[in-house]
């Protein structure tokens, strides 16, 4: 029995803490249980065994508890000097008061509202009912409290229903504020009609007034619900006889059960008429139109508020038993519109209980958690700690809470528990656990979310400070189990990954060249970064990370003097890094792109394969501070569709890629929200706009050339829309520019409307002067020396053409290195480069540089192939006529024109040659690829 007491008791707090504070608790929990019975299709015994807890706990427990506090405190105000007539009284308010609030909570329980709710709410009508029933008088006190206890019971319902909407939203705000009207007007009518066919019969009592409703109630009642109200009537209706008949005994004990009487039949006729009636109302009668519970639940309360002060302006007489007892309290209406505002008022107090409550709170809850944290420091010094008191902080349970003035000690709890852990040796299973449980309690809420973030930079800022050398950075990533993700720590493991890559090259250079890179990266972050948490806890440790890369960088430019081989900073098959040495020529031609943007227009960028406009696109950022570019590989969008939104989600996930890596700007995800994917992608990209300020955002598109492809041949049913929603970009938002990237200018003068609006651009081969830079001058201290024959054969065999300059230069100093392994002649002899050196370059290039050349093959079409082969065993600089390669192949005038477009052959008067003499030297080979 003792177990089931305390079982009960338990479940009981369990309730009422999820009623005011935790209504997930309760939603949960009471998933959980339907779930079960769906399941099992029938009660199981632990449902069972809770159901009892339950009945115990709200209709033994919680009424003999608070009669006994009632009691004691009635009788501590009077000092144990009352009198008989006084004990008579107290005990008419106390059983009163009760039957009133377990009257009320079993109406909940027979309209099909659950028993656990009448449980928390019975506490509140067992106050308001002792402020009525102490009056004896329904008036300007003692109506507003009920008022206000409706309207907390209705607060506490509409958080609990299923369909309570946690966004606010105007349009259905203005339809659940009719609906209520409604419903109350229907409830005003049937009452006011019922009153004028019992006067106009009988001139019966004002109490009569209540009986239709009952009835009505009853009939919107479902079958199942029936024998609930029908026990229930009747229980009431035996508690008023047998109770009314003791009270005419002449033993003066009777208040007691007056108390019962009276009590028990206001909380009935009460709830029924004026919260059962409009509830039922609507629940039944708008059920298809799917108006939730919580509306019910409102007009209920303000029917309470508004109905009963104006229906007790009637004309009435009260129905007299023997001896004169009266069945309900008197109303004593002195001021009917002040009663009546007053209520109203009270009823809207209640509704926004949620609203007004933490404020009242905040200070006790603060000294909650104060003595929680104290009494887990002073057992940190003894024992190991666990996260018990931290859970025990109104974070994890008041979810109703909205005041966002600050952490209320949890960020130092969190500290606590931490640190102890480390210090102990312990596991962070205990931490882990409770921050996870945290954001699940918070994940509804904002007020958390700024210092769940602190906890987490704070933990992830200890463990990120155990970094010592570049080794432990390289090994990051094995602690990602202990850090937390905290939206900055994105950013060092990003870090960490680029330390291990830059590590991974072979020469020393290459890894000079990866940390340079890091270093700058972690320079922006500290000097472009503004939350003020980031720069107390992370900025120290990307200081830190900053001097352990600027050793490692000086170490290893030590180590590259002291290595004999030749350094080769060339790139071949990669786009050129803007930061690379070897990135050059181009910036006189990146100032004049600059100067266009700033003009307001946008640009359609044209040139050569392998001519370096992918690299020119992606280094554009690093010229234009003043503008935002962020680039876009179609190459890789256009593959992975297969319908227009498709399009616009790998659009979006390409710009959120690279605002992260460029400008480590991190965008919100792309979750299309309605039916028009591009009208939520113009809306995305309008986030764009507001983190950058004024400053001009640039779209950078390469390789248009495949989305020409799509839109030609109906893949993934693109088409030309996309490139006139482009040409609308530019025209509408004056922030905005595109450059657009092609090998030819037919690509994109197919799209007339949008072609007008773009200035064009050619991007051409290298000057002589940044060819001479790229092959003596790649990087300070280069130690080759070229005979100007060579430089001058170079320039010759590759056009200044930037991606087979680099193979070549490559090649010579692979050679170079050869000669210095496998030889012991001093390093200095072989830094000079003559014609045979480069000659020797040139035919190794064409073997390993195949990748190169095949795709030039690939983009003739084999029909071109052939024709470039037969020009090119004509021999060097040769023109062929027109009409000598119609004699070898017929019809080729379309032939010889993509050819010329794809910069393979150049037209010299009626003939043709080869542009670049290395292409001529592949086509000459008698072994190709097609």
Not at 102 to 109: C, Q, Y
Not at 903 to 922: A, C, P, S
Request: hydrophobic share 45%; glycine share 6%; charged share 15%.
């Amino acid at each position: 029995m003792i177990t089931f007491f305390w079982t009960s008791f338990k479940l009981l707090f369990s309730y009422l803490k999820w009623m005011f504070f935790q209504p997930s608790g309760w939603k949960q929990y009471e998933k959980e249980q339907r779930e079960q019975v769906v399941k099992k299709n029938r009660f199981i015994p632990e449902q069972i065994a809770q159901f009892k807890h339950l009945i115990f706990a709200s209709y033994i427990i919680l009424p003999s508890l608070l009669l006994v506090i009632g009691g004691i405190i009635v009788f501590t105000l009077q000092g144990n000097q009352g009198s008989q007539e006084d004990i008579n009284n107290l005990a008419f308010i106390l059983s009163a008061s009760l039957a009133f609030a377990l009257g009320i909570g079993l109406s909940f329980w027979i309209i099909g509202l659950d028993t656990a709710v009448g449980t928390g709410l019975i506490v509140l009508f067992y106050m308001a009912g002792g402020f009525v029933f102490y009056n004896q008088a329904y008036n300007t006190t003692t109506l507003p409290i009920l008022a206000l206890a409706s309207g907390i019971a209705s607060s506490v319902l509409n958080t609990l229903s299923e369909n309570n909407k946690t966004t606010f939203n105007i349009s259905l705000f203005i339809y659940q504020l009719s609906t209520i009207f409604l419903g109350i007007t229907i409830s005003f009518c049937i009452l006011i009609l019922t009153a004028l066919v019992l006067f106009n019969l009988s001139r019966v009592s004002f109490q009569s007034l209540f009986v239709l409703p009952v009835l009505i109630s009853f009939l919107l009642l479902s079958k199942k619900e029936h024998r609930k109200f029908i026990i229930y009537i009747t229980i009431t209706l035996t508690l008023y006889a047998i109770c009314h008949y003791d009270y005419l005994s002449p033993s003066q004990d009777g208040h007691i059960f007056e108390g019962i009487a009276k009590g028990s039949l206001n909380g009935f006729v009460i709830f029924t008429s004026f919260f059962c009636l409009p509830y039922l109302v609507i629940a039944r009668f708008f059920q298809s139109i799917r108006i939730a519970t919580s509306v019910g639940t409102i007009i209920g309360a303000f029917s309470i508020a508004f109905l009963y002060p104006l229906l007790t302006q009637l004309d009435t007489k009260p129905i007299d038993g023997i001896n004169g007892a009266k069945l309900f309290v008197e109303f004593q209406n002195n001021n009917t519109l002040l009663l009546l505002f007053i209520s109203v008022a009270c009823v809207s107090i209640g509704l926004f209980i949620n609203l007004w409550l933490p404020i009242l709170l905040t200070p006790f809850l603060i000294m909650w958690n104060t003595l929680n944290y104290l009494l887990d420091v002073k057992a940190s010094r003894t024992t190991s700690l666990s996260a018990k008191r931290l859970k025990r902080h109104f974070a994890f349970w008041y979810e109703h809470y909205y005041l966002n003035i600050g952490g209320f000690g949890l960020i130092e709890h969190f500290d606590l528990l931490h640190e102890h852990n480390k210090t102990q040796c312990n596991n962070e299973i205990e931490f882990n656990e409770a921050l996870t449980l945290l954001e699940q309690k918070t994940a509804s809420s904002t007020v958390w979310k700024g210092t769940i973030e602190i906890i987490k930079i704070r933990a992830d800022a200890r463990v990120l400070g155990e970094v010592t050398d570049i080794t432990s950075i390289q090994t990051l990533s094995t602690k990602t189990k202990r850090l937390h993700n905290s939206i900055f720590f994105a950013h060092f493991q990003d870090w960490s990954k680029s330390v291990t890559d830059a590590l991974s090259y072979t020469q020393s250079y290459d890894q000079i060249q990866g940390l340079d890179q890091v270093r700058q990266r972690i320079q922006t972050f500290l000097q472009t970064n503004q939350n003020k948490s980031v720069q107390e806890y992370l900025n120290p440790i990307a200081q830190k990370w900053l001097t352990l890369l600027q050793t490692e960088i000086e170490k290893l430019h030590n180590q590259a003097q002291q290595v004999r081989e030749i350094y080769s900073p060339y790139i071949v098959g990669s786009p050129v890094p803007h930061n690379n040495p070897v990135f050059v020529g181009r910036t006189e031609f990146i100032q004049q792109i600059e100067q266009r943007f700033k003009d307001g227009n946008s640009i359609f960028l044209y040139g050569q394969y392998r001519i370096g406009k992918t690299s020119l696109l992606k280094a554009l950022r690093a010229f234009m501070p003043n503008m935002i570019v962020l680039y876009v590989d179609l190459q890789g969008v256009i593959p992975v569709c297969n319908n227009m939104d498709d399009f616009w989600r790998g659009l979006a996930k390409q710009l959120k890629h690279s605002a992260k890596n460029t400008y480590d700007l991190v965008l919100l995800e792309y979750l299309p929200t309605h039916g028009n994917a591009y009208e939520y992608f113009s809306e995305w990209v309008e986030q764009i706009g507001e983190r950058i300020g004024e400053k001009i955002l640039v779209i950078a598109f390469d390789e248009f050339a495949r989305l020409h492809q799509a839109i030609k041949n109906g893949e993934a049913q693109l088409t030309a829309s996309i490139v006139d929603i482009l040409r609308h970009w530019i025209q509408h938002y004056p922030k905005r520019r595109l450059i657009i990237a092609a090998q030819n200018l037919e690509e994109f003068r197919s799209y007339h409307s949008v072609a007008n609006a773009f200035q064009f651009e050619y991007l051409s081969y290298l000057s002589d002067e940044a060819s001479h830079q790229l092959i003596e001058r790649p990087v300070k201290d280069f130690p080759l020396q070229y005979d100007a024959d060579a430089v001058q054969m170079m320039l010759d065999v590759t056009h200044n053409q930037p991606a087979l300059l680099q193979l070549l230069c490559r090649q010579i100093v692979e050679l170079k290195n050869i000669g210095i392994r496998t030889s012991s002649q001093p390093r200095h002899i072989f830094y000079q480069v003559t014609t045979v050196d480069v000659q020797h370059a040139i035919a190794t290039s064409l073997k390993k540089g195949a990748g190169i050349f095949t795709t030039f093959e690939v983009r003739a079409r084999e029909q071109g192939v052939v024709i470039l082969r037969f020009i090119a065993q004509q021999g060097s600089q040769r023109v062929i006529t027109k009409a000598e390669i119609e004699g070898f192949c017929k019809n080729s005038g379309d032939i010889l024109k993509r050819l010329e477009q794809l910069e393979l052959l150049k037209k010299v008067g009626h003939g043709y040659r080869f542009e670049v003499e290395m292409m001529r030297l592949w086509f000459e080979k008698e072994q190709h690829f097609s």
